[in-house]
């Protein structure tokens, strides 16, 4: 059975989000009115080619926005509160105790000069702060050896640079899942490693998704891996979400041209294999100047001319079923 996308109490309900940066060529807008809700216990890809906006929309959850932030507008709920509206320390309290990430370079999240064991154990304080070191330690170990690090009562003691790339890709899934958040966000976790790696790194997330409450946002490339390990999809096209829904949905019954166009671009039938969506013709827009109506009408085998007129708003497909695409032809 799939559960609608649209549960009447999502974790995170992002509402009507607008964010532009400012660029020698004026105003980037790299979102634009982006509504879409993250479920309870779901796990949620976001795709799209590079450049649609897929880190920036984390990055607003997070409130890790670039200075050069220009515009911020609409609503990102979360308990009852406002993220956007809230100010920036309080969002950087989330970070780390309800939100946790997980990115492409985990050389970048971790810190080098200290050993493995010291960064688990110092992570853990926002969630136990009453824990012993000794109890964190324990727990830093066990769950170390759960994403699969060999010997790691002995390997917690080493320093990152001691690890291959995708073992410290698995320490910052340890990481992330020691702080037990209500939102993992994942950008692009395998996308830095070869292939065998990346096999193992899935099936790995795969594995420890059932035993994890909270919410996972994945962002990826690849729409195999989306397919394989999501239960909703959202399609993100030059800033704005040209499609959403169940996974099987979306993928299984794509409504919008650019899903159907990614789809295609999709190689062989391998889940895990990562995706060259250039195959599309044409370039998605500069954000500083965006064509008129539907951004993707440039571009789509389909358009007619009132596709240029106005931007298509997003309408569900399927009735109830949570699944809705941005296009003037569904
Ligand atoms: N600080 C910034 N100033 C101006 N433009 C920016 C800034 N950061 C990002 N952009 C632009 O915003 C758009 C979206 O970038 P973003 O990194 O969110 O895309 P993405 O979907 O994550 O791409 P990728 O798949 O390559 O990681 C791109 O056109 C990018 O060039
Ligand atoms: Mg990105």
Known sequence: ?????????PLIAIRDLSVSFATSAG???????????????RIVGLVGESGSGKSTLASAITRLL????????????????????????????????????????????LNPVFRVGTQLVDLQRAKAPK?????????????LTRVGIPDAARRIRDYPHQFSGGMRQRIMIA????????????DEPTTALDPTIEGQIVALIDELRHG??????????????????????????AGALVERGPAAAVLGAPRHPYTRALLACEIGADVVR???????????????RLPPGCVFAPRCSQAIDSCRDAVPELRPVDGDGGHAAACLLV
């Open 27 to 41: 105003p980037a807008e790299v979102l634009r009115n982006v509504t879409l809700d993250l479920g309870r216990g």
């Open 274 to 288: 990562r995706a060259t969506l250039a195959t599309i013709p044409g370039d998605a827009p500069d954000p500083t």
């Open 175 to 186: 990481a992330a899942l020691l702080c037990e958040p209500d939102l993992l966000i994942a």
């Open 212 to 237: 994890f409450q909270g919410t996972i946002l994945l962002i990826s490339h690849s729409l195999g891996l989306v397919s394989h390990l999501c239960d909703d999809v959202a399609v993100l096209y």
């Open 66 to 109: 670039p200075a050069n932030l220009s515009r911020l507008d609409g609503g990102i709920l979360y308990e009852g509160r406002d993220l956007l509206a809230e100010p920036e320390a309080a969002v950087a309290a989330l970070r780390g105790s309800r939100f946790a990430m997980i990115f492409q370079d985990p050389m970048g999240a």
């Open 1 to 9: 059975m799939t559960r609608p996308t649209q549960d009447a109490d």
């Open 131 to 143: 824990a012993s070191r000794r109890d964190r330690m324990a727990r830093a170990v066990a769950m």
